[in-house]
Protein backbone atom coordinates (compact mmCIF):
# COMPACT_ATOMS: atom_id res chain seq x y z
CA UNK A 1 0.00 0.00 0.00
CA UNK A 2 2.52 2.14 0.94
CA UNK A 3 5.61 3.19 -1.40
CA UNK A 4 8.53 1.74 -1.49
CA UNK A 5 11.12 3.05 0.91
CA UNK A 6 13.69 1.81 -1.48
CA UNK A 7 14.97 5.06 -3.84
CA UNK A 8 18.28 5.11 -4.97
CA UNK A 9 19.52 8.46 -5.71
CA UNK A 10 20.08 9.57 -10.11
CA UNK A 11 21.36 8.09 -11.77
CA UNK A 12 20.88 5.05 -10.02
CA UNK A 13 16.62 6.14 -9.96
CA UNK A 14 15.47 7.12 -13.32
CA UNK A 15 11.86 6.92 -12.88
CA UNK A 16 11.58 7.63 -16.55
CA UNK A 17 13.20 4.86 -18.02
CA UNK A 18 9.47 2.43 -17.81
CA UNK A 19 7.70 5.05 -19.36
CA UNK A 20 9.56 5.06 -22.35
CA UNK A 21 7.32 2.78 -24.82
CA UNK A 22 3.85 1.86 -24.94
CA UNK A 23 4.60 -1.86 -23.87
CA UNK A 24 6.32 -0.73 -20.52
CA UNK A 25 4.20 1.69 -19.59
CA UNK A 26 1.36 -0.96 -20.25
CA UNK A 27 3.85 -3.39 -18.54
CA UNK A 28 3.63 -1.23 -14.91
CA UNK A 29 0.35 0.16 -15.01
CA UNK A 30 -1.32 0.69 -11.40
CA UNK A 31 -5.10 1.03 -12.33
CA UNK A 32 -7.50 -0.12 -14.69
CA UNK A 33 -10.71 1.00 -15.87
CA UNK A 34 -13.32 -0.93 -17.57
CA UNK A 35 -16.64 -1.37 -18.75
CA UNK A 36 -17.42 -4.09 -15.86
CA UNK A 37 -16.94 -0.98 -13.32
CA UNK A 38 -19.35 1.28 -14.42
CA UNK A 39 -23.27 1.89 -13.64
CA UNK A 40 -25.13 3.89 -16.21
CA UNK A 41 -27.84 5.79 -14.82
CA UNK A 42 -31.03 6.59 -17.56
CA UNK A 43 -33.55 8.73 -17.28
CA UNK A 44 -37.10 7.61 -18.08
CA UNK A 45 -40.17 9.63 -18.97
CA UNK A 46 -43.58 8.89 -18.80
CA UNK A 47 -44.82 12.04 -20.41
CA UNK A 48 -45.43 12.01 -24.76
CA UNK A 49 -42.72 14.66 -26.09
CA UNK A 50 -40.56 15.07 -22.81
CA UNK A 51 -37.96 12.39 -24.49
CA UNK A 52 -35.65 14.94 -25.12
CA UNK A 53 -31.86 15.72 -24.61
CA UNK A 54 -31.47 17.72 -21.28
CA UNK A 55 -30.21 21.15 -22.06
CA UNK A 56 -27.92 21.28 -19.34
CA UNK A 57 -26.64 17.52 -19.88
CA UNK A 58 -25.39 17.97 -23.89
CA UNK A 59 -25.72 14.36 -24.92
CA UNK A 60 -27.95 12.59 -22.18
CA UNK A 61 -31.57 11.79 -23.70
CA UNK A 62 -34.45 11.44 -21.37
CA UNK A 63 -35.99 8.23 -22.90
CA UNK A 64 -39.19 6.31 -22.93
CA UNK A 65 -39.75 2.48 -22.18
CA UNK A 66 -38.73 2.10 -25.78
CA UNK A 67 -35.56 3.57 -25.38
CA UNK A 68 -34.88 2.52 -21.95
CA UNK A 69 -35.10 -0.98 -24.04
CA UNK A 70 -32.12 0.32 -26.22
CA UNK A 71 -30.57 1.18 -23.62
CA UNK A 72 -30.53 -2.42 -21.96
CA UNK A 73 -29.45 -3.78 -25.48
CA UNK A 74 -26.56 -1.19 -25.89
CA UNK A 75 -25.56 -1.67 -22.12
CA UNK A 76 -25.14 -5.41 -22.75
CA UNK A 77 -24.00 -4.81 -25.98
CA UNK A 78 -20.62 -3.23 -24.33
CA UNK A 79 -20.61 -5.16 -21.15
CA UNK A 80 -22.00 -2.71 -18.60
CA UNK A 81 -23.04 -4.85 -16.04
CA UNK A 82 -25.80 -2.05 -14.62
CA UNK A 83 -28.50 0.57 -15.66
CA UNK A 84 -29.68 2.81 -12.62
CA UNK A 85 -33.24 4.06 -13.79
CA UNK A 86 -34.19 7.65 -12.89
CA UNK A 87 -37.72 8.55 -13.28
CA UNK A 88 -39.33 11.58 -14.86
CA UNK A 89 -43.05 11.64 -13.50
CA UNK A 90 -46.26 13.36 -15.52
CA UNK A 91 -46.75 16.49 -13.47
CA UNK A 92 -50.39 15.52 -11.96
CA UNK A 93 -48.57 12.42 -10.38
CA UNK A 94 -46.83 14.66 -8.04
CA UNK A 95 -48.42 14.96 -5.20
CA UNK A 96 -47.40 15.99 -1.29
CA UNK A 97 -48.14 12.60 0.14
CA UNK A 98 -45.60 11.04 -2.90
CA UNK A 99 -48.37 8.13 -3.37
CA UNK A 100 -47.04 7.31 -6.97
CA UNK A 101 -43.71 6.08 -5.28
CA UNK A 102 -44.84 2.86 -4.44
CA UNK A 103 -47.23 2.63 -7.34
CA UNK A 104 -46.61 -0.77 -9.32
CA UNK A 105 -47.14 0.73 -12.18
CA UNK A 106 -44.87 3.99 -12.04
CA UNK A 107 -42.69 4.50 -14.45
CA UNK A 108 -39.73 3.60 -12.56
CA UNK A 109 -41.20 0.30 -12.02
CA UNK A 110 -42.23 0.02 -15.24
CA UNK A 111 -39.00 0.49 -16.80
CA UNK A 112 -37.29 -1.93 -14.41
CA UNK A 113 -39.46 -4.49 -15.50
CA UNK A 114 -38.13 -3.36 -19.72
CA UNK A 115 -35.05 -3.99 -18.79
CA UNK A 116 -35.88 -7.42 -17.27
CA UNK A 117 -37.66 -8.22 -20.25
CA UNK A 118 -35.70 -7.26 -22.61
CA UNK A 119 -32.02 -8.42 -21.01
CA UNK A 120 -32.57 -10.55 -18.08
CA UNK A 121 -29.05 -10.50 -17.10
CA UNK A 122 -28.37 -7.30 -16.86
CA UNK A 123 -28.73 -5.76 -13.68
CA UNK A 124 -31.43 -3.17 -12.86
CA UNK A 125 -30.48 -0.67 -9.67
CA UNK A 126 -33.12 1.88 -8.34
CA UNK A 127 -33.27 5.28 -7.08
CA UNK A 128 -35.15 5.15 -3.82
CA UNK A 129 -36.02 8.69 -2.85
CA UNK A 130 -39.68 10.67 -3.18
CA UNK A 131 -38.03 13.67 -5.55
CA UNK A 132 -39.73 12.63 -8.93
CA UNK A 133 -43.26 11.85 -7.69
CA UNK A 134 -43.24 14.59 -4.78
CA UNK A 135 -45.02 18.15 -5.12
CA UNK A 136 -41.74 19.97 -3.57
CA UNK A 137 -38.80 18.91 -5.00
CA UNK A 138 -37.99 17.00 -1.72
CA UNK A 139 -36.76 13.38 -1.36
CA UNK A 140 -38.83 13.13 1.96
CA UNK A 141 -42.42 13.95 2.84
CA UNK A 142 -42.39 17.76 4.10
CA UNK A 143 -44.28 18.78 6.73
CA UNK A 144 -45.08 22.70 8.04
CA UNK A 145 -41.93 23.42 6.37
CA UNK A 146 -40.32 20.00 7.83
CA UNK A 147 -38.96 16.62 5.91
CA UNK A 148 -39.99 14.04 8.30
CA UNK A 149 -37.53 11.48 9.09
CA UNK A 150 -39.72 7.69 10.05
CA UNK A 151 -42.22 8.88 7.87
CA UNK A 152 -40.69 9.65 4.68
CA UNK A 153 -38.60 6.35 5.68
CA UNK A 154 -41.87 4.20 5.94
CA UNK A 155 -42.62 5.33 2.10
CA UNK A 156 -39.49 4.76 1.17
CA UNK A 157 -39.42 1.40 1.82
CA UNK A 158 -43.17 0.93 0.96
CA UNK A 159 -41.32 2.71 -3.13
CA UNK A 160 -38.24 0.03 -2.57
CA UNK A 161 -40.23 -3.12 -2.15
CA UNK A 162 -42.54 -2.03 -5.58
CA UNK A 163 -39.07 -1.78 -7.10
CA UNK A 164 -37.93 -5.23 -6.11
CA UNK A 165 -41.31 -6.57 -7.03
CA UNK A 166 -40.71 -4.92 -10.76
CA UNK A 167 -37.57 -6.97 -10.63
CA UNK A 168 -34.77 -4.53 -9.14
CA UNK A 169 -31.08 -6.01 -8.37
CA UNK A 170 -29.84 -3.41 -6.75
CA UNK A 171 -31.95 -0.71 -4.65
CA UNK A 172 -30.14 2.53 -4.12
CA UNK A 173 -31.03 4.93 -1.52
CA UNK A 174 -30.26 8.31 -2.60
CA UNK A 175 -32.57 10.01 0.15
CA UNK A 176 -30.11 10.23 3.43
CA UNK A 177 -32.72 9.81 5.79
CA UNK A 178 -31.59 8.24 8.78
CA UNK A 179 -33.08 4.77 9.83
CA UNK A 180 -33.10 4.25 6.00
CA UNK A 181 -30.88 1.40 5.29
CA UNK A 182 -31.94 -0.57 8.56
CA UNK A 183 -35.59 -0.45 7.71
CA UNK A 184 -35.22 -1.33 4.11
CA UNK A 185 -32.75 -4.47 5.22
CA UNK A 186 -35.42 -5.87 7.58
CA UNK A 187 -38.63 -5.01 5.01
CA UNK A 188 -36.25 -6.99 2.46
CA UNK A 189 -35.97 -9.97 5.01
CA UNK A 190 -39.76 -10.17 6.21
CA UNK A 191 -40.85 -9.85 2.30
CA UNK A 192 -38.47 -13.24 1.15
CA UNK A 193 -35.93 -10.69 -0.73
CA UNK A 194 -32.86 -11.79 1.14
CA UNK A 195 -30.63 -11.61 -1.58
CA UNK A 196 -31.61 -8.17 -2.78
CA UNK A 197 -28.84 -6.26 -2.29
CA UNK A 198 -28.65 -2.17 -1.29
CA UNK A 199 -25.95 0.37 -2.47
CA UNK A 200 -26.36 3.20 0.01
CA UNK A 201 -25.90 6.60 -0.98
CA UNK A 202 -24.49 6.78 2.02
CA UNK A 203 -21.81 9.93 2.04
CA UNK A 204 -23.97 12.16 0.10
CA UNK A 205 -22.81 15.86 0.23
CA UNK A 206 -24.96 18.76 -0.18
CA UNK A 207 -24.08 19.61 -3.66
CA UNK A 208 -24.40 22.55 -6.60
CA UNK A 209 -23.13 19.73 -8.76
CA UNK A 210 -26.98 17.96 -8.71
CA UNK A 211 -28.58 20.87 -10.96
CA UNK A 212 -28.45 19.25 -14.47
CA UNK A 213 -29.96 16.24 -12.51
CA UNK A 214 -32.80 18.11 -11.43
CA UNK A 215 -33.15 19.28 -14.67
CA UNK A 216 -33.52 16.12 -15.91
CA UNK A 217 -35.82 14.60 -13.76
CA UNK A 218 -37.91 17.98 -13.70
CA UNK A 219 -37.66 18.90 -10.11
CA UNK A 220 -35.41 21.68 -10.29
CA UNK A 221 -38.55 24.33 -10.97
CA UNK A 222 -40.40 22.73 -7.86
CA UNK A 223 -37.73 22.22 -5.51
CA UNK A 224 -38.48 25.15 -2.17
CA UNK A 225 -35.52 25.69 -0.11
CA UNK A 226 -32.47 23.50 -0.20
CA UNK A 227 -31.42 20.14 0.63
CA UNK A 228 -29.34 20.57 3.37
CA UNK A 229 -31.27 19.33 6.29
CA UNK A 230 -30.67 15.62 5.37
CA UNK A 231 -27.26 15.81 2.79
CA UNK A 232 -24.02 16.39 4.57
CA UNK A 233 -22.74 19.43 4.78
CA UNK A 234 -19.73 19.46 2.04
CA UNK A 235 -16.90 20.44 4.44
CA UNK A 236 -17.55 17.48 6.43
CA UNK A 237 -15.25 14.34 6.35
CA UNK A 238 -16.03 13.12 9.70
CA UNK A 239 -19.56 12.95 9.26
CA UNK A 240 -19.31 11.70 6.08
CA UNK A 241 -17.63 8.65 7.35
CA UNK A 242 -20.05 8.36 10.13
CA UNK A 243 -22.75 8.15 7.54
CA UNK A 244 -20.76 5.15 5.51
CA UNK A 245 -19.98 3.57 9.04
CA UNK A 246 -24.03 3.84 10.40
CA UNK A 247 -25.47 2.41 6.65
CA UNK A 248 -22.56 -0.70 6.89
CA UNK A 249 -24.15 -1.28 10.01
CA UNK A 250 -27.20 -1.31 9.25
CA UNK A 251 -27.22 -3.90 6.10
CA UNK A 252 -25.73 -2.17 3.18
CA UNK A 253 -23.53 -4.06 0.87
CA UNK A 254 -22.55 -1.15 -1.02
CA UNK A 255 -21.68 2.55 -0.20
CA UNK A 256 -21.47 5.02 -2.77
CA UNK A 257 -19.80 8.62 -2.74
CA UNK A 258 -21.54 11.27 -4.20
CA UNK A 259 -20.46 13.40 -5.77
CA UNK A 260 -17.41 12.21 -6.75
CA UNK A 261 -14.49 14.34 -8.45
CA UNK A 262 -14.70 16.91 -5.48
CA UNK A 263 -14.98 14.17 -3.03
CA UNK A 264 -11.91 12.12 -4.39
CA UNK A 265 -10.39 12.32 -0.80
CA UNK A 266 -13.39 10.52 1.13
CA UNK A 267 -13.35 7.81 -1.52
CA UNK A 268 -10.56 7.03 -0.88
CA UNK A 269 -10.63 7.15 3.11
CA UNK A 270 -14.05 5.36 2.73
CA UNK A 271 -11.94 2.54 0.60
CA UNK A 272 -9.23 2.15 2.92
CA UNK A 273 -11.14 2.22 6.28
CA UNK A 274 -14.03 0.34 5.38
CA UNK A 275 -12.90 -2.14 3.00
CA UNK A 276 -16.84 -2.63 1.79
CA UNK A 277 -17.43 -2.23 -2.34
CA UNK A 278 -17.26 1.41 -2.69
CA UNK A 279 -18.55 3.37 -5.51
CA UNK A 280 -18.55 6.81 -6.32
CA UNK A 281 -21.38 8.70 -8.33
CA UNK A 282 -19.93 10.87 -11.13
CA UNK A 283 -22.62 13.20 -11.04
CA UNK A 284 -24.77 15.24 -13.94
CA UNK A 285 -22.89 18.43 -13.23
CA UNK A 286 -19.57 16.57 -13.48
CA UNK A 287 -20.87 15.56 -16.42
CA UNK A 288 -22.06 18.98 -17.82
CA UNK A 289 -18.44 20.42 -16.87
CA UNK A 290 -16.25 18.27 -18.96
CA UNK A 291 -18.96 17.56 -21.68
CA UNK A 292 -19.41 20.94 -22.22
CA UNK A 293 -15.58 21.67 -22.02
CA UNK A 294 -15.31 19.20 -24.52
CA UNK A 295 -17.95 20.76 -26.90
CA UNK A 296 -16.27 24.20 -26.26
CA UNK A 297 -13.30 22.69 -27.76
CA UNK A 298 -11.75 23.60 -24.50
CA UNK A 299 -10.49 20.35 -23.28
CA UNK A 300 -10.13 17.11 -25.51
CA UNK A 301 -12.20 13.63 -25.11
CA UNK A 302 -9.51 12.01 -23.15
CA UNK A 303 -10.23 13.61 -20.16
CA UNK A 304 -13.62 11.48 -19.74
CA UNK A 305 -11.42 8.26 -18.96
CA UNK A 306 -8.73 10.30 -17.47
CA UNK A 307 -11.91 11.54 -14.88
CA UNK A 308 -13.17 7.60 -14.76
CA UNK A 309 -9.67 6.12 -13.84
CA UNK A 310 -9.17 8.94 -11.20
CA UNK A 311 -12.06 7.21 -9.24
CA UNK A 312 -10.38 3.55 -9.64
CA UNK A 313 -6.96 5.08 -8.38
CA UNK A 314 -8.77 6.60 -5.26
CA UNK A 315 -10.04 3.18 -4.53
CA UNK A 316 -13.29 2.95 -6.22
CA UNK A 317 -14.70 -0.70 -7.49
CA UNK A 318 -16.91 1.08 -9.92
CA UNK A 319 -18.66 3.88 -10.86
CA UNK A 320 -21.85 5.66 -11.98
CA UNK A 321 -21.48 7.28 -15.02
CA UNK A 322 -23.07 9.53 -17.61
CA UNK A 323 -20.32 8.56 -19.50
CA UNK A 324 -20.89 4.91 -19.08
CA UNK A 325 -21.72 3.82 -23.36
CA UNK A 326 -18.80 6.23 -24.57
CA UNK A 327 -16.41 4.98 -21.97
CA UNK A 328 -17.26 1.50 -22.52
CA UNK A 329 -17.22 1.67 -26.69
CA UNK A 330 -13.68 3.91 -26.11
CA UNK A 331 -12.44 0.92 -23.74
CA UNK A 332 -13.41 -2.11 -26.11
C1 LIG B 1 -32.42 12.22 -5.82
C2 LIG B 1 -31.10 12.12 -6.48
C3 LIG B 1 -30.30 13.18 -6.89
C4 LIG B 1 -29.26 12.61 -7.62
C5 LIG B 1 -29.45 11.23 -7.61
N1 LIG B 1 -30.57 10.95 -6.87
C6 LIG B 1 -30.46 14.64 -6.77
C7 LIG B 1 -30.57 15.29 -5.48
O1 LIG B 1 -30.26 14.73 -4.45
O2 LIG B 1 -31.05 16.42 -5.51
C8 LIG B 1 -28.21 13.38 -8.33
C9 LIG B 1 -27.54 12.72 -9.48
C10 LIG B 1 -26.85 13.64 -10.41
O3 LIG B 1 -26.70 14.85 -10.17
O4 LIG B 1 -26.41 13.14 -11.44
N2 LIG B 1 -32.50 11.99 -4.52
Known amino acids: MSPSPILPPFPLTRLRRLRRSEALREMVTETRLTAADLIWPVFVTEIEGADIEIPSMPGVQRVTLDGVRAAAERAARLGIPALCIFPHSAEELRTEGC ?42 IVRDGVIVNDETVDCLTRMAMAQ ?135 LGREVMLESLLAFRRAGCDGILTYFAPEAAQALA
Open 99 to 140: ERAWDPENIGNRAIRAVKETVPELMVMTDIALDPYNANGHDG
Open 164 to 298: VEAGADILGPSDMMDGRIGALRMALERHGHSDVAIMSYAAKFASGFYGPFRDAVGASGRLVGDKKTYQVNPANREEALRCVARDLSEGADMVMVKPGMAYLDICREVRDRFGAPTFAYQVSGEYAMIEGAIRQGW
